[in-house]
């Protein structure tokens, strides 16, 4: 990863990997514009993506609404993302056929796999090859990176629903 690395070149970069992905599997996947089923109201984002929203949504956070408690604060009356030009990491994976590596108790690598229950139906990702899912761990070292740089191993995270209520 490049020294000058920002959090919108990362996104940036997420949404190039994921576009073939999400393409290729369109028709099949659940996730789509109204769907907000992962949108849930405990998420948090490391603070250097916070300041992404604050810096592009202040009137927003300033003068708006947080969604109804339940649901990302984030949401509007139809369900819709209202920062999704600059939504964080996680959500720009969402829906999509999952794969991650961790060790067993044994100290075994173990591969599993995951996708959203609504979309388990019409795709199975046990079935796929390793390509066609996104792997989770390289771009949540970098993002992992940036904010380590930002606050010096802090590794501070936010609610995205505090956002509203810190303004």
């Known amino acids: 990863m490049a020294n000058s690395m920002t959090v919108a070149e990362l996104h940036r970069r997420v949404d190039e990997q994921v576009a073939p992905l999400a393409a ?28 992404q929203i604050r810096e592009h949504y202040a009137d927003l956070l300033r003068s708006g609404e947080a969604h109804t408690p339940g649901a990302c604060a984030f949401l509007n009356s139809e369900g819709l993302c209202r920062i999704y030009e600059h939504r ?16 067993d108790e044994d100290e075994d690598i173990v591969e599993y796999r995951d996708i959203c229950g609504l979309s388990l ?3 199975d990702p046990i079935a796929l090859d390793d390509e066609h899912c996104w792997l989770i761990g390289p771009f949540e070292e970098q993002l992992n990176e940036l904010q380590y740089k930002a606050d010096g191993g802090a590794m501070r995270r936010v609610s995205l629903r505090s956002l509203f209520e810190s303004h």
């Open 121 to 123: 139906d019409a795709l």
């Open 24 to 51: 290729l599997y369109g028709a099949k996947l659940h996730c789509r514009k109204g769907c907000s089923g992962c949108c849930t109201d405990d998420l948090t984002v490391f603070e250097v993506e916070a300041d």
């Open 88 to 103: 964080p990491y996680v959500c720009r994976t969402q829906g999509l056929p999952l794969r991650w590596l961790e060790e």
